[in-house]
């Protein structure tokens, strides 16, 4: 096995596994710990938090490690800001160029409704994270589409957090999930708009102010 494969493996359990789960923020990652779940040695992790402190999702600190910084209130508030600015522009060039992927969210929101009183926080923001990125997808700009995917980690984080936060958030989700997809049904981007900016908001103020 290359070393390339086991700092890719061990960057997609970080990435996918460790960085999405909220009891891991404020805390140093335990390499070894990594490297035996993942099973490779030390030095590859050590590669994949290099990649991780690059995306700005760990913090590498001289003889400590890498440490998950809590994400800071300014920073939510820019995250939601960014992705507003991005799925908004995605639903109105999706609608313009008649490709909006009406029915591949909907079909996602379905699987949420499947799972919303059984399924764990993990599995349920892991659907909304593609529930959006369906949307962004669609619009084929693939600069924006890679920005996008950047900020994939946190979105799960902060979407997890958030159902922690609240015990009505799954079914608030629900609904404004709902309204993105009636919205983008009718064809009027400044309806889709509306919808997909309630449904951030409500995300960020939950984060903010719990």
Do not use: C
Request: charged share 20%.
């Amino acid at each position: 096995m290359s070393g390339d494969s086991g700092r890719d493996r061990a960057y997609q359990y970080l990435r996918g596994t460790v960085l999405s789960d909220p009891a891991v923020s404020g805390t140093f990652i335990n390499e070894q710990a990594v490297a035996t779940e993942v099973g490779i040695s030390r030095t590859p992790v050590r590669e994949a938090l290099l990649m991780l402190a690059a995306e700005d999702l760990v913090q590498l600190v001289p003889h400590r490690g890498a440490f998950v910084a809590p994400v800071p209130g300014r920073e939510i508030a820019e995250m939601m800001q960014a992705r507003g600015v991005i799925e908004t522009w995605a639903a109105a060039t999706s609608l313009a160029a008649g490709d909006a992927p009406v029915q591949a969210m909907a079909d996602v929101l379905e699987q949420q409704r499947a799972i919303v009183v059984q399924g764990d926080a993990k599995e349920f923001i892991e659907l909304d994270s593609q529930f959006h990125a369906l949307l962004v997808a669609a619009a084929g700009n693939s600069v924006l589409g890679r920005l996008y995917e950047n900020l994939r980690a946190k979105h799960v984080l902060l979407g997890i957090v958030a159902l922690q936060r609240s015990e009505t958030r799954r079914q608030e989700v629900l609904a404004e999930h709902q309204a993105i997809v009636d919205g983008l049904a009718t064809g009027q981007p400044e309806v889709a708009e509306m919808a997909i900016l309630g449904h951030l908001d409500t995300t960020g103020s939950i984060l903010m102010h719990g």
